[in-house]
């Protein structure tokens, strides 16, 4: 790999692994804000309500605004679940949204060093299509692209490191278009994704674990956002020992 293409790809993956660091900070302080507030209004003996309307200025109103009211009662229960389950699907949204952005800026470092002869809108159109046929997959692997290895102490193909992201993606697309129930397509997706799993792993596709119950919708709860967090990490950390073993050119 060229000297300059391999620094350059190393510093970018180290700051996208910062990202995922500080992007689990924040929403932890919102699950830690939905903690306070359920105890706050569980601990208030008064009966007044809360409006989420009430203190929008007038200009700003909606011309059919409707007039939102809780309970002390049912803040607590909101906060608990309706609430906390949304800081959850938005940190998994964000945090996919993080790291498709970390690989496709890597795709695109990794195309302007080695093929230098492509214009900016070849590459452009190259990037966009990085999720469409395996494109940035099969870049990163293939021995007239960047013919990435496995990192070594990583028992791990670069196929399977990537089947367990794009489980995710599939989550996080049904999270945002299909109420967090995937479609039968992409149920049959995450099958497929599980029987290229070998055996000794295929305990952790997500299509056998309790992020998907039975009716095919999603259920997060906090461990396992903490469970995504930590393979994050490690997937960018294969990707970031992985162009560190190359040899410079």
């Known amino acids: 790999m060229k000297k300059e293409a391999k620094k350059k790809a190393i510093e970018h993956i180290g700051l996208g692994i910062a990202k995922i660091v500080n992007n689990y900070s924040e929403y932890a302080l919102l699950i830690n ?23 929008i200025p007038y200009e700003l109103r909606l011309d059919n605004e409707i007039e939102v ?11 608990k679940e309706e609430v906390l389950n949304k800081v959850l699907e938005n940190y ?18 990794l195309l302007k060093y080695n093929e230098p002869e492509l214009s900016d809108e070849d590459i452009g159109r190259r990037v966009n299509s990085s999720w469409r046929n395996d494109s940035l997959l ?13 990192p070594k102490g990583f028992n ?5 490191t990537f089947l367990r992201y794009y489980e995710l993606r599939i989550i996080r697309h ?3 278009h299909t109420s967090s129930v995937i479609t039968e397509t992409d149920y049959s997706r995450l099958e497929k994704f599980a029987e290229e799993t070998v055996d000794e ?25 903490l469970s995504i967090r930590q393979y994050l990490d490690r997937f960018l950390m294969y990707f970031y020992k992985s162009v560190a073993q190359e040899e410079e050119e």
């Open 138 to 150: 099969n870049y990163l692997i293939h021995p007239d692209g960047a013919n990435l290895k496995e």
């Open 174 to 176: 049904a999270i945002i």
């Open 156 to 160: 791990m193909k670069y196929r399977e």
């Open 69 to 79: 009211r809780y309970s002390n009662e049912n803040l607590v229960k909101t906060y």
């Open 33 to 55: 804000a939905c903690d306070l507030a359920a105890k706050r209004y569980a601990d208030k003996k008064d009966t007044s309500h809360l409006s989420t309307t009430q203190n």
């Open 92 to 109: 998994l949204i964000a945090s996919i949204s993080v790291v498709d952005g970390i690989l496709e800026d890597l795709y695109e470092i």
């Open 201 to 225: 792993r295929k305990n952790i596709a997500l299509v056998n674990s309790p992020l998907i119950n039975k009716n095919k919708k999603i259920n997060l709860s906090i461990n396992s956002i």
